[in-house]
Nanobody, 123 residues
Framework: QVQLVESGGGLVQAGGSLRLSCAAS????????MGWFRQAPGKEREFVAA????????GYADSVKGRFTISRDNAKNTVYLRMNSLKPEDTAVYYC????????????????WGQGTQVTVSS
């Protein structure tokens, strides 16, 4: 069982930046594909970004491509999401997730989820 704890959310003005962190409890963290998802009020949870176990492969939703960067530090059991040029439509609860496979982009591939961290972007 992988436990995931997100941090780094908050309130930021449009155009600003935030970096989310997700710390994993599992010693075999480096074998999991990791991803970030988000859920805005009244909307379904959606894919944001994914990274392979080695960090060699990354993928992004079209809505965040060029603005967000996912990375991981396997020595620290941590995955990050750097968010630049934030927009009000980025406002959501952001979730970190771990997949049993080395790389995953579909929500149904993810087995473990954090509790989420709120990101609010004001206009």
């Amino acid at each position: 069982q992988v436990q995931l704890v997100e941090s780094g959310g908050g309130l930021v003005q449009a155009g600003g930046s935030l970096r989310l962190s997700c710390a994993a409890s599992e010693r075999t963290f480096s074998s999991y594909g990791m991803g970030w998802f988000r859920q805005a009020p009244g909307k379904e949870r959606e894919f944001v970004a994914a990274i392979s176990w080695s960090g060699g492969n990354t993928g992004y939703a079209d809505s965040v491509k060029g603005r967000f960067t996912i990375s991981r530090d396997n020595a620290k059991n941590t995955v990050y999401l750097r968010m630049n040029s934030l927009k009000p439509e980025d406002t959501a609860v952001y979730y970190c997730a771990a997949a049993r496979s080395p790389y995953a982009v579909r929500i149904d591939e993810y087995a473990f989820w954090g509790q989420g961290t709120q990101v609010t972007v004001s206009s």
